[in-house]
């Protein structure tokens, strides 16, 4: 990682595991730039990286673009690592926003025996069987297998809703030859829950309200509506063979496809017209969207030199193309008692009333990109990178209801130039120039579509790695993000945007990884950013609010000791102890400046215990001091309270 010219960090499975991540969300709230805003069962992808959100893959294919409520879901038990890139990806991975890239990797078959079975217990009655199986399914080891598989029932926080969860993953490698390999992988994961996302208004929670505080376990929902069943499946392949000394061909694929029933009861703000600010409004909703999506990517990396320079090749070419139907109606329900909350029935029949607001879409998404890069190592000591791509993105959507149709055609160009100089004793200072484009669905006021957004990087930074014992990544950058969409206030409707935003977001970054001593882990993370809009289509509005919530400073600190040597060895080897804070700084609502969301600190801990290769026992705790923080506002009408104390309790036995 060292001769790369960005910012990159590895959340290996050892590493979440101590610290009790439930979710891709978790996984990541301990690394540098990274800000969660928000906490529901909707997404695994609640998250910032440097203002933006972040571009996502699994196992190197990008996961489906679409609303967070039907975002694909990704079990930590099957993740072996999380990797983030921090800046655009675009020369490599094509479409996406400028912040970084999240990619998971899953478990992968294994010649070697793996037999692991866990239990866990913990609040709101969480209970959960996972296991995890692998090893060779011949003599000499040329098929090997691996499944995952989990089944939860529980209860949520908010509201009488049960969480339950089933998932299955099996996989299968040939490796017929030394240069072959290929990896046949499926998975399948159903979820019945609820979209416990409760949005509370400002007046109450981060502003005054005169009736008080509304607790943080209030919930905003209708108990015999609201349900959340989602089922996702995908099937896909990793093949690749090294042709020679110089050669080497790879192409994964994958299908995948979601369903998705959802039926939700949310907050939009205080009554206006009732004076003692005690009454939510509230909406009700039925979503049913699906899609499916195919990836393929083909590509073909070559090593080789030049003189005195050692080349990496790298040319490819990858295919996407995804389909969504999204019928959704909503309409105003009864509204609710923050304060001595009654919850109605909900009327049916609103949804074929006057006040309802159906709709029926269906989208069709392409995308072919062509893209070269070449990592050129001069000598033992300069490293450079210089990559192009090209993208073509086709849109159309056909409005099923309305039976209006739009088609959209996108094409850019996104590169990377990048140096590294390897120094003595593992001092890696680098600097990078890196560009990205990302398409913008929709029309202006006048029917022209939207041009897709465009950012750039510049990054600079140093790399220093003392072998396996420490490693520390100090960065500097400055993005611009043009053709944001910002309201059109000469619309009357006041329904349409404009694309005359600019968004700049400039920072420092700082993560350490540090081992003191045998069997003792340190990570820190300290991130200062300032992200706000440069531009817009009035002079009042050149503040007008990012899309997300956006604390201007983050800072975490993890650490844990597995006792295995010295005078405690005899008595308690095997025993280990974690503990972790994580800070947030002040945040602006998302879409309201005004609001001021106040910062917070939470404190995590953990201790386990390992009895050789069989036994592991862990007992995790998140926001053990139970606070009631805010963890950000869209707006005044739109605060989430983040997740309460949670105690996981956890046995793993393995043979």
Known sequence: MEEIPQSISVVTRDRFEAQGAQSVN????????????????????YTAVRGFVPATYLDGLQLPNTINLASWRVDPWQIERVELLRGPASVLYGQGDPGGTVNVVTKQPTAEPIREIEVQYGSHARKQVAGDFGGALDADGKLSYRL????????????????????????LT??????????????????????????????????????????????TGSPDFDAYEKTQYSLGYQFEHRLDDTWTVRQNARYMHLRLDDRMTYGV????????????????????????????????????????????????????????????????????????????????????????????????????????????KLGERWVFTLGGRHDWADTRTDDLLGGTTASQRDAAFTGRVGVVYLAPYGISPYLSYSTSFNPTVGTDRNGQAFKPTKGRQVEAGVKVQAGSKASVTASVFRIHQRNVLTPDLDDPAGTHSTQTGEVRSQGFELEATVQPMAGWNVIAGYTYQDVRNTRANDASLDKWPIAIPTPRQIASLW???RIRSGVLQGVLQGVGIGAGVR????????QDNALRVPGYALFDAAIFYSAGRHWRLALNGTNLANREVISGCYDATRCIYANGRTVLATAKYAW
Do not use: C
């Not at 978790?26 to 992808?45: F, H, M, N, P």
């Not at 209860?155 to 969480?163: A, H, K, S, V, W």
């Not at 800070?583 to 998302?590: D, F, H, I, M, Q």
């Open 269 to 376: 703000g205080l009554d206006p017209s009732d004076p003692t600010q005690r009454t939510l409004l509230r909406y009700a909703g039925i979503a049913q969207p699906s899609y499916g999506r195919l990836d393929i990517d083909t590509q073909a990396q070559a090593r080789f030199a030049t003189g005195m320079v050692r080349h990496t090749l790298l040319a490819g070419v990858d295919y996407q193309r995804q389909t969504t139907r999204d019928p959704e109606n909503y309409a105003l329900t009864s509204s609710l008692d923050l304060y001595n909350p009654v919850y109605q029935p909900t009327d049916r029949s609103i949804f074929s009333g006057p006040g309802a607001s159906p709709q029926d879409i269906r989208q069709r998404q392409t995308q072919l990109g062509l893209y070269l890069q070449d990592q050129l």
């Open 559 to 561: 650490t844990d000791y």
């Open 148 to 171: 995952t598989a989990l089944a939860r029932d529980g209860n949520l926080p908010l509201g009488p809703f049960n969480d339950q969860r089933l998932m299955i993953a099996p996989s």
């Open 174 to 219: 040939w490796k017929p030859s030394a240069d072959t390999t290929l990896t046949l992988l499926a998975n399948y994961l159903r979820d019945k829950t609820n979209a416990s996302d409760s949005f509370l208004p400002a007046q109450g929670t981060i502003l005054p309200n005169p009736n008080g505080k509304i607790p943080a376990t209030r919930f």
């Open 583 to 590: 800070y947030v700084s002040p945040t602006a609502g998302a």
């Open 26 to 45: 978790e996984a990541l709230r301990y690394t540098a730039s990274v800000s969660t805003y928000g906490a529901g069962t909707r997404s695994d992808w």
